[in-house]
C-alpha cells in the first residue's frame, strides 16, 4: 500500500481564500438549483398541486427506493441563457427495486420546454447515459398543456437515442400523466412499457396498464422494474464496506478555489477522494506533467490520469498512452482529472482514450474521450451550459464518483482487446 502523502491544511498560503472562494461560487450555485426546483413559479406549482398531481421531483422520491440516493445530472442546465434554469427536465440516477435506473421526468409547469433545446440535449444525454452504461430508464412524462398540440412530436435525435436502447436490450418504461408535446412525446411512445393515469393522460396507440391515481402509477412502474428482474453484468466492488479516505473532504474547497499551483496539485485531490488515500504512482520517474496510478474508490478498481501543468514532452505522451493501454488490458475504469487551471492531455493521449473502451469518469475536464459521466467543480460565472454533467460540490467528489463508478458497473466493463487499437504509445516505440 501507498499511502498518499498531505502537507496542505488551513495553514497553507491560500488555504482560506481558496475556501471562501469556492463557498461564494457555491452560494451562487444553490440559488441556481433553488430557481430550478421551483419550477414555473408558485403560481404555477400552486395550480398543479391543486388538481392532485404531483412535480417532477415529487414523482421522483415516490418512484425511488426509500432512503436510495439520487446523483441528479445538469441541474442547473440553462443557466444564464433565455430558457428556464434546469431546462424544464429532471434527469438523474437512482435506485427502484434494487436496479440503478436513469429516469427522467419532464415539469409541466414550466412553460416553452417542448421548444427548448437545452431540454432536448438533457433528454438525449440522459438516454445515451442509459445506453452506455445499461441502465433500464423510466420516463415520468408530462408537458404544459398551455403549449401541448396535438399530432407527432417534431424531433428526431431523442428517438434515434432510444432505438439504440432498444438495439441494446435496455428496457424502458413510460409513465405518462398528462399531455405531452415535443421531443419528450416520444419517451413513453417509445417505451417498452407504458402506463397510463385515467383521466389525465392522452390516449397512446398502445398503454399496457392504467393507474388510478399517479400514485399508483409510480407504485406500477416500480412493479415493472421489479419483474424485469435485472442483473449487474459488471464485478462488484473490490472491498466493502470501502476505508474512508485519511484527509478531510473539507480541504477540497481550498483546493477547488485556489489560484496557487501548490494547492492544485493533484495528487492532494486523491489524497481525499481514494479509499484509504492509497495510490500507486505509475512511472513516477517518468514525464512531469503527467501523473497516472491506480487505486479504488468505494471500492471500486479505478486508474487515474491527471495533468499537473507545465508543459508536456513525448515522455509524458507515452507514459499516458501506456497507462491507458494498461487499464483497458486488466478492465479497469479510468478517472480522467483535471484539478486547477492546469493543461489538456495531450494529442496522443487524447487518440488513445478515443479507442479506449474501458468506463471514463472525467472531473474538470469537460468531455474530452467521451466520459461515461462528466463533471465540474465551480468556478466563476454560469457553468450551466458547459459539455459535463453538472457543478457538483468539491466535498462530494468521492460521494458521486462513486454512484456513477457503481451505475458504469451495471453494463460489462471491458477494454480494447489488443494493445494495437492505439496509435502511439509504448507498443509504437
Not at 445515451?128 to 408530462?142: D, G, T
Not at 457553468?383 to 464518483?401: F, M, Q
Request: aromatic letters at 4%; one cysteine or more.
Amino acid at each position: 500500500m501507498t499511502v498518499l502523502d498531505t502537507a496542505i491544511d488551513a495553514r497553507t498560503p491560500g488555504y482560506l481564500e481558496g475556501r471562501n472562494t469556492t463557498l461564494d461560487r457555491l452560494e451562487r450555485l444553490e440559488a441556481a438549483i433553488e430557481e430550478a426546483r421551483a419550477g414555473g413559479g408558485e403560481r404555477a406549482v400552486t395550480r398543479h398541486h391543486a388538481r392532485g398531481k404531483l412535480l417532477p421531483r415529487e414523482r421522483v422520491e415516490m418512484l425511488l427506493d426509500q432512503d436510495a440516493p439520487f446523483l441528479e445530472l445538469s441541474p442547473v442546465c440553462g443557466w444564464g441563457t433565455e430558457f428556464a434554469v434546469g431546462a424544464g427536465v429532471v434527469t438523474g440516477i437512482g435506485v427502484v427495486e434494487a436496479a440503478e435506473c436513469m429516469i427522467i421526468a419532464t415539469d409541466p409547469t414550466v412553460e416553452g420546454t417542448s421548444v427548448n433545446p437545452y431540454a432536448v440535449e438533457k433528454i438525449r444525454r440522459a438516454v445515451r447515459i442509459a445506453a452506455a452504461n445499461r441502465l433500464p430508464l423510466v420516463n415520468l412524462v408530462e408537458s404544459a398543456a398551455e403549449t401541448t398540440t396535438n399530432g407527432s412530436p417534431p424531433g428526431g435525435g431523442v428517438a434515434r437515442d432510444l432505438s439504440r436502447l432498444a438495439g441494446a436490450r435496455v428496457p424502458t418504461v413510460g409513465v405518462v400523466f398528462g399531455p405531452t408535446s415535443g421531443d419528450a412525446a416520444y419517451l413513453p411512445a417509445l417505451s417498452d412499457y407504458t402506463i397510463l393515469v385515467r383521466g389525465h393522460a392522452k390516449s397512446l396507440p398502445r398503454a399496457d396498464q392504467l393507474a388510478e391515481d399517479e400514485r399508483d402509477a409510480l407504485r406500477l412502474a416500480r412493479q415493472c422494474v421489479r419483474r424485469l428482474n435485472w442483473r449487474k453484468c459488471g464485478p462488484q466492488p473490490r472491498s466493502f464496506p470501502p476505508a474512508e479516505p485519511k484527509y478531510d473532504a473539507e480541504d477540497l474547497l481550498a483546493l477547488a478555489g485556489a489560484g496557487r499551483p501548490a494547492l492544485v496539485e493533484p495528487r492532494e485531490v486523491l489524497a481525499r477522494i481514494l479509499d484509504a488515500s492509497d495510490f500507486d504512482e505509475f512511472k513516477p520517474a517518468v514525464g512531469a506533467a503527467v501523473l497516472a496510478g491506480w487505486g479504488e474508490l468505494h471500492g471500486y478498481p479505478v486508474g487515474v490520469l491527471s495533468t499537473s501543468g507545465g508543459p508536456q514532452s513525448a515522455a509524458d505522451t507515452q507514459k499516458a498512452v501506456h497507462f491507458i493501454q494498461l487499464a483497458n488490458a486488466t478492465d479497469t475504469s479510468l478517472l480522467l482529472i483535471r484539478p486547477g487551471d492546469t493543461g489538456a492531455l495531450g494529442s496522443g493521449a487524447v487518440d488513445a482514450l478515443a479507442h479506449s473502451t474501458v468506463p471514463l469518469l472525467a472531473l474538470n475536464t469537460g468531455r474530452t474521450g467521451d466520459p461515461r459521466f462528466a463533471f465540474r467543480w465551480p468556478a466563476d460565472g454560469p457553468l450551466a451550459n458547459g459539455d459535463d454533467d453538472g457543478v457538483i460540490d468539491p466535498r462530494d467528489t468521492r460521494t458521486v464518483l462513486g454512484l456513477c463508478l457503481s451505475a458504469v458497473h451495471s453494463a460489462a466493463v471491458e477494454g480494447a482487446g489488443h494493445v494495437g487499437v492505439f496509435r502511439s504509445g509504448k507498443v509504437d516505440q
